[in-house]
Structures are given as C-alpha cells and as structure tokens.
T-cell receptor
C-alpha cells in the first residue's frame, strides 16, 4: 500500500507565527490529497482537498486564507497555518487514495500554539 | 458534518474476549470503511464494505452492514492488548456527488492483558 509521511511530527509555535506542514506520498503519485484536523478525543474533520496543479477545495467553514494549501507536485502537498492562534492547536493529518478503495493516512502533525 | 456515530464511545475488555463496535449513519452511502488509530498516530485502514455487501471478513475482523437500518458493526475476535486503539467508521456518499470520507466520533477500545 501507499506510504504517506508528514513533517514535522510535532511543532510548537508562538501565537501570530505561521507554520508549514508537509505531506509526502512516498510511493504513489497523488493528484489529490486530503487534509484533516482532529481535536483531542474527537473525530477527524475534512478541511480541504488538495489538487495537484490547481486550487484546493475547502470545506464549509474552513478559512482558505488561514489554511493555505499548496500541491505543487504529485508527491507533495503542504498546509500552512498562517498567523496561528491557540485555537488552531490540533492534530493535522493528511491522506491520499481512492474513496472507493483505501485511504492512506500520514502519521499526523501535532501543532501547539502558545 | 459528521455522518457516523459509533457506539459505545468507550469499551474495555480482557484479552481473548470479543469486541463489538457499532456505527450508525444518516444518509445513503457508496461504501463504509473502518479505521484504527493508535494514540497520537495516523489512521490505518482496516476494511471497506460496499453498499451492496452485507458482511466481510479480514483475519480476526468481521464487519456487517445493514443499509436498511443504516448501521454497521465491527467485531474483533480473540482480542489482544495490541488491539487497544480508537476505531472509527467512515462513510463515502454515492458516487457523483461530493466524494469524501465522513468520520464518526470513534470508539476507544482498551484490551487489558
């Protein structure tokens, strides 16, 4: 199966700074990747669909100017949390794959904003 | 918005016992998937069951689907301490619409040695 990596695995930043999270598909060329966030003891919520070479599609209620997604190559999608605030602290997970088959998830990135 | 609701929210059993988790959903689906998440980690795909299927097996896992009741169950037989994790169901709507996985809230399973 596909292997998806994320970097960093955890990050702590000060309020107001921006943080970039990378999601790489290591053995599969993914034209589409997905970004989720997960609050403690809660479920995953889809934030956006990252499309290679085009604009991301954001879910309702997700601020596209705050969560910048770039999918510049078939193996890399990045999520940048701009001007992060404590309420952005969460676990961010990316995935790729087919909905009619299997989604492969990265190991996640724990973001803590002080 | 969340589609699936797992039941129970938490389950604690002894090693060797069976664990049953249930998932209910609200709208039509193309398929339903079960995932496992170890604490602080990503999700691992366990099994996918399509809307025209009623039961699937994979090793110690057995999944059933009742589309008339909009519910699914995951049975783990002969549980092991390593099965301790959170388990999520996720649904995919019928094709042609908005393709995405919609996750339930999950069941936290603890298997005591």
């Amino acid at each position: 199966g596909a292997v998806v990596s994320q970097h960093p695995s955890w990050v702590i930043c000060k309020s107001g700074t921006s943080v970039k999270i990378e999601c790489r598909s290591l053995d599969f060329q993914a034209t589409t990747m997905f970004w989720y966030r997960q609050f403690p003891k809660q479920s995953l919520m889809l934030m956006a669909t990252s499309n290679e070479g085009s604009k991301a599609t954001y879910e309702q209620g997700v601020e596209k100017d705050k969560f910048l997604i770039n999918h510049a190559s078939l193996t890399l999608s990045t999520l940048t949390v701009t001007s992060a605030h404590p309420e952005d602290s969460s676990f961010y997970i990316c995935s790729e794959g087919a909905f009619t088959d299997t989604q492969y998830f990265g190991p996640g990135t724990r973001l803590t904003v002080l | 918005s969340q589609q699936g609701e797992e039941d129970p929210q938490a389950l604690s059993i002894q090693e060797g016992e069976n664990a049953t988790m249930n998932c209910s959903y609200k709208t039509s689906i193309n398929n339903l998937q079960w995932y496992r998440q170890n604490s602080g980690r990503g999700l691992v795909h366990l099994i996918l069951i399509r809307s025209n299927e009623r039961e699937k097996h994979s090793g110690r896992l057995r999944v059933t689907l009742d589309t008339s009741k909009k519910s699914s169950s995951l049975l783990i037989t002969a549980s092991r301490a390593a099965d301790t994790a959170s388990y999520f169901c996720a649904t995919v709507p019928p094709l042609g619409g908005s393709e995405k996985l919609v996750f339930g809230k999950g069941t936290k399973l603890t298997v005591n040695p």
